[in-house]
């Protein structure tokens, strides 16, 4: 029939029009940038000469050097002892603040109010004033001579281990409440049954939090502990870039403020995109591993799903 | 009654563990506003109490600052334009992908959400290489289209999620009333899920407001700036008066945290039928 397959030429078009510019968008914004980081990753600049802006092919060159280049361990380092130190204090934070929560203790609705707050200032102004807080003559320290504790009077700035005690305390201050808020919507829909089953049962209610509820929360926890993972490794560009700049000395250095300062600072593209080849790398991994055990499981998975943040 | 004692106990821990824990969260937002009501010699003096009285001038001085006003007018039109925009391109694609099927649909859900965790950082490089090329550095339409591109995959996620709720017999009743396309969109799919139209526009405001890396990369020059890149030179140029920094960091957080309280409560639920899904 010749009217139905016009009218589903005119459709198809009209699909394309409605998609189009969503595409064209993330091919610029993603696709485009992968493949050129990739490309750059295995080429070099060149910066002087007749040839000046060309590319040169230079193999895995660029990997070579940064698996050599010190710093690169270093920062490497540091978001691996990030990971270590806020993840598991996020996870089990966020479940502990959301459980206490939703037993209705006094105060809830006000509690959750309050741990929610940092999550809707811009990570300037929290680096910022972070960073003035624990100046030497900052407030923390006239709080700590207040309270008598002159001993923990220290530059926390200026001391490689306090500095990123300070840069832990900010991330953890700030992230919180988001996690706090999931676990908590998550909550809101364990069964209710299993709770009642659980009590004529004759569990205590920390029993029962840790037996019955706890459990229920499997699949909420797992998607934070990936999306945690993944902010440690590939989000905190802007944390670090306003409270320290990676100092003092190199101290607090991470992955992509290596990235960054290799292009703009000391316009090396081709090492800083072998960084960045190595952060997509991870977040494949990170992604898409436990996704193929689950893939049989469940085939759309909300584990993608990722809350933009500055 | 050792039952009832335990739990007694363990719910006065618990208010104390919660009100320790709050007491962490809040001492922060207490330094930022009591330190941005003090003069700068009563700072000096008196960092952690409370001020002497409520002193405005650092605002007032602050509004009399062009460069700080610039950056205001700035970050208030990149956001809204990205949202407005943004919103529009992905309610189309979203609008496709519900009302008509076709062969790469799966394929293209999955390419999308798969989108969403790309980090920023790595598109930099590229993007700023091509952007030099197409003179679309140091101005504000350049960092508006990247914006808008970082928001897709989660805004195109989260509005499909929702309108996939969306009963077939109520987009059957529209055709046969004689709804085209777009009718149909404005008319039945948008207002059926203005939890996530709001949940989007919520987060994607405060991704674009609190975001620095792009802002910094792409805008050079200090009249271009957004408020956050704004504030990174702020803070060196009157480090000396720290109070008139925090009444900045304060004036900042303003409107994104007064847009986020209209639209918390729907920010909440979109935010949970999305991840439900």
Redesign the interface.
């Known amino acids: 029939m010749p009217a139905r397959l016009e009218k589903s030429a005119v459709t198809r078009v009209r699909i394309a029009l409605y998609l189009a510019p969503a595409l064209l968008l993330s091919l610029l914004v993603f696709f485009y940038p992968i493949c050129k980081t990739i490309y750059n990753s295995l080429h070099e600049l060149v910066l002087g000469g007749a040839n000046a802006g060309a590319s040169r092919f230079v193999g895995l060159g660029n990997f070579r050097f940064v698996f050599k280049d010190p710093l690169f361990a270093e920062s490497l380092g540091h978001n691996f002892l990030l990971f270590l130190v806020c993840v598991p204090l996020l996870v089990v934070l966020s479940v502990a603040v959301a459980v206490l929560l939703n037993q209705g203790m006094t105060g809830w609705r006000a509690y959750r109010t309050i741990v929610f707050i940092p999550y809707v200032l811009p990570i300037v102004v929290v680096g910022i004033s972070f960073g003035f807080m624990f100046q030497l003559n900052g407030v923390i320290n006239t709080a700590f001579a207040a309270l008598k504790l002159d001993a923990l009077r220290v530059d926390w700035l200026a001391k490689s281990n306090s500095a990123f005690l300070v840069l832990v305390v900010m991330i953890v201050w700030k992230e919180l409440g988001f996690g706090v808020v999931i676990m908590l919507a998550r909550l809101l829909s364990v069964d209710e049954s299993l709770i009642e089953a659980g009590r004529l049962d004759g569990c205590n209610s920390w029993q029962l939090t840790l037996r019955v509820i706890v459990p229920q929360m499997k699949e909420i926890i797992y998607f934070y502990t990936v999306l945690a993972t993944i902010t440690v490794f590939t989000w905190l560009f802007n944390y670090v870039f306003v409270l320290t700049r990676g100092g003092p000395g190199t101290s607090t250095y991470i992955l992509e403020l290596y990235a960054y300062n290799q292009a703009f600072r000391y316009q090396n593209r081709g090492l800083s995109s072998a960084v960045a080849a190595l952060i997509i790398l991870a977040v494949l991994l990170v992604t898409f591993l436990p996704e193929l055990r689950r893939l049989a499981a469940r085939k759309e998975g909300i584990e993608h799903m990722r809350v933009p943040r500055g | 009654m050792a ?1 009832g004692q ?2 007694r106990f ?2 006065i821990v ?2 104390v ?2 009100v320790a ?2 007491l ?3 001492f ?2 207490y ?2 506003v009591t ?1 941005s009501l003090k003069g700068k010699e009563e700072y000096l003096l008196n ?2 109490g409370l001020p002497h009285g409520v002193a405005l001038e650092n605002f007032r001085s602050l509004f009399a600052d062009f460069a700080f006003v610039r950056w205001l007018v700035n970050s208030v039109l990149v956001t809204s334009l990205v949202l407005v925009f943004g919103l529009l ?2 309610c ?2 979203a ?3 519900r009302r ?1 099927t ?1 062969r790469i649909k799966g394929l ?2 999955r390419f ?8 920023p ?10 952007f030099v090329r197409i003179r679309l550095i140091n101005s504000l339409a350049g960092v508006i ?2 914006y ?7 805004t ?2 989260l509005v499909y999620s929702f309108f996939v709720t969306i009963p077939g017999e109520m987009i059957e009743a529209g055709v046969i009333d004689g709804c085209r ?1 777009l009718r149909l969109l404005f008319w039945i799919f948008i207002p059926l899920s203005v939890p996530a139209i709001v949940t989007s526009i919520v ?2 405001a ?2 674009v ?5 792009m802002a910094m ?1 792409f805008l050079q020059s200090d009249r271009l700036k957004t408020l ?1 890149a704004g ?2 030179a702020f ?1 060196s140029r009157s480090n000396i008066n ?1 109070p008139l ?2 009444a900045g ?1 304060l004036v ?2 303003i409107p ?2 007064a847009l ?1 309280l209209s639209g918390q409560r729907l920010f ?1 639920k979109g ?2 039928t ?4």
Do not use: H
Request: proline residues 4%.
């Open positions: 039952a335990e739990f363990a719910k618990g208010q563990f919660l824990l709050s962490f969260t809040l922060p937002i330094y930022i330190a960092n952690l391109v992905c189309l694609a609008f496709a992908l008509y076709f293209l859900l999308i959400a798969s989108l969403m965790l790309i980090p950082i790595i598109a930099i490089v590229p993007l700023f290489e091509f289209i990247i808008i591109g970082f928001i897709i995959p989660f195109i996620y396309d987060v994607n405060m991704w407001w609190n975001d620095l890396l990369v956050m504030l990174i803070r720290l920094v925090m960091l900042s957080t994104i945290a986020y909440i935010l949970m999305g991840l439900e899904k």
